[in-house]
């Protein structure tokens, strides 16, 4: 059973565009939504998180939007760039800190 | 500043071989856990722990076993591999599941099962 659903797998957007990709939850016992950006041959790494009482969230050039009443958030990645080429994952935690990720999207911004 | 370290990085393994991935990290994190990654799956629980001695089933559990006897170390034992147990595994700690919760995670152990 897939508790977070995450799209698209794949992304190719072009230098300087935005990057969305999105998520649906379907546990409304989750309390905190993070997003973790893994490049190759590492392991992911927090990029910016959210929780269900605040409906955006800024961080530089990365934005969450948060969905309550839909069981939907997203990541904007603005003015994307080269180096944010990496797979996203989007996941929500479970009371008791277990995480539930995503399927992942990778991303490939083009020069 | 190691964080968390996995090894081995790469593996071989035939079908029924055993082998433990080791893990270890020096944040004094009270919490532990396993994750594998498959290609369009995500990043799958297999096993967590919250403290020494404490250890328990994540959300694919079966073929893996753990013990937990230091706050710093946290092997997964894969007994009688499987090619199905062909996967990149990643250990990760947090200090805790409150707050930011923020896990930190090694760099991976790529098994292949033949």
């Known amino acids: 059973q897939q508790q977070v659903k995450q799209s698209p797998q794949s992304l190719i957007v072009q230098k300087g565009g935005i990057s969305i990709i999105n998520c649906a939850y379907e546990n409304t016992a989750f309390d905190y939504f993070p997003w973790y950006q893994q490049f190759p041959g590492k392991g992911p790494a927090l990029l910016i998180a959210?929780?269900?009482?605040?409906s955006e969230k800024k961080e530089g050039r990365f934005t969450i939007s948060f969905n309550k009443s839909a069981k939907q958030f997203s990541l904007h990645i603005m003015d994307s760039q080269p180096g944010d080429s990496a797979t996203y994952f989007c996941?929500?935690?479970?009371?008791?800190?277990?995480?539930?990720f995503g399927q992942g999207t990778e991303l490939s911004v083009k020069p | 500043n190691a964080g968390v370290t996995q090894t081995p990085k790469f593996r071989i393994l035939k079908i029924g071989q055993s082998m433990t991935l080791q893990c270890t990290q020096d944040?004094?994190?009270?919490?532990m856990y396993w994750y594998r990654q498959d290609p369009g799956m995500g990043l799958k629980l297999i096993y967590y722990s919250v403290g020494a001695g404490i250890t328990d089933k994540g959300e694919v559990p079966n073929g893996y076993n753990v013990s937990r006897s230091t706050t710093e170390d946290f092997p997964l034992r894969l007994e009688l591999a499987a090619p199905s147990q062909t996967s990149v595994y990643f250990c990760?700690?947090?200090?805790?599941?409150?707050?930011?919760?923020?896990?930190?995670f090694g760099e991976g152990s790529r098994l292949t099962v033949l």
């Open positions: 959210i929780r269900p009482d605040v």
């Open positions: 990760a700690s947090s200090y805790s599941p409150g707050n930011t919760g923020e896990l930190f």
């Open positions: 996941a929500a935690r479970r009371q008791g800190g277990k995480l539930i």
């Open positions: 944040m004094n994190h009270n919490y």
